[in-house]
């Protein structure tokens, strides 16, 4: 096909006749628009070092036409001073702003074009929002632990989070396809409820309550009120976020300090529990009874600790905090691990949550990505 004058309204205009064919642009030379059966995309021919290559930019009925030229010019151009622009996508350093900006002045397209009032109350939710909370961080970077962080600072403003988790999951889709992310890279927001979570859904402890709960531990052990096997089950039920019954029930055959793992037995099967380095101070401080096989022995000889309950509430009412039951330590794990920065997905892994089956396709954490976890447990449990 000839060189022709691209409009937005020859390029919504061309429709496939049975041929593939690509509409050049006779204003940027190298940039058209590719006709096909699947649909048309806008495309670009450059050169670098003396080889041509052929990228597509995106779907011409999802892109605006004065985007794609722009984006094309600044590709050619960067392409004869031998920069290849495309060789990595830029999501470590593509910042959250600039891809919003870019997004909303493509016309915050997603199928169709916006309204401009519509743009101009994704900038302005952005500007007060968004951008102070993640605006400055590299795409790459955001996990859902900040897209939950984010949501959760709009408190009950229920219109602002659904508002604000549109627009985030709108940008990651668009950074992908103007190739500043891969389609391998996760999209934070997707997944994630706009729904204010309910108060009372999994209490946990704060940070003052884990230091007035860890120095009453402290004293009470020290004092032989409290056994060095319930003040052990107690510190690893926090600082590895395992199930009363799974460390109630832990076995020295289980546990492999040498390669800081734990295996336990829970609701979803057998799983590895990676652990920090304050958990297997814990599990060092426990004393190993000959002949018995629970790491956290109870007072009846070859059986494990029952009853923790009661004691539980004694050492809460030593520490002058409201009485929790076990489960508590599991859930203020969870939370600190989010809180301190862990990936959702390696605290999934590490605390074998009973949705696994539901997110079965995101859990892939390595061993490393799983001690992070746990290690940013830790860092609030210090004084246990």
Known sequence: MPKVALTQKVVDGLAFDGKKTIAWDAATPGFGVFVGSRGKSFVVQRRIAGKESRVVLGDASAYK?????????????????????????????????AACEEWIAIGGRGGRARADRTLADYRDRCSRLVYPTIGDKALKAISRADVNALLTGLGDQHRNRSYVLTIVKAVFNFAVGARYLTKADENPAVGISAAQPKKDDKPVLTADEIAAFGAALAAMAGENKVSPWLAGLLRVSLLAG?????????????????????????????RKVQLSDAA???????????????????????????????????????????????????????????????????????LGHGDLKTTAGYLHSTAKRQRAAADAVASFAKGV
């Open 280 to 350: 297997i101070v814990a599990l060092e401080a426990v004393p190993r009874i000959e002949g018995v096989e629970w790491v956290f022995a109870g007072r009846v000889h070859g059986q494990h600790l029952v009853g923790v309950q009661k004691q539980l509430a004694r050492i809460c009412t030593r520490a002058g905090i409201k009485p929790f039951n076990p489960y508590m330590l599991r859930h203020t794990a969870a939370t600190m691990a989010l809180v301190g920065g862990a990936d959702v997905r390696a605290v999934q892994a590490l």
């Open 65 to 97: 036409l004065a985007w794609a030229r722009a984006k094309a010019a600044e590709i050619i151009a960067q392409g004869k001073q031998g920069v290849d622009t495309l060789a990595k996508p830029a999501g470590a350093t593509m910042t959250f702003k």
């Open 242 to 270: 395992l199930r009363p019954g799974e460390v109630q029930s832990l076995k020295w055959s289980n546990v492999d300090l040498s390669k800081r793992v734990v295996t336990v037995v829970g609701k979803t099967g057998e």
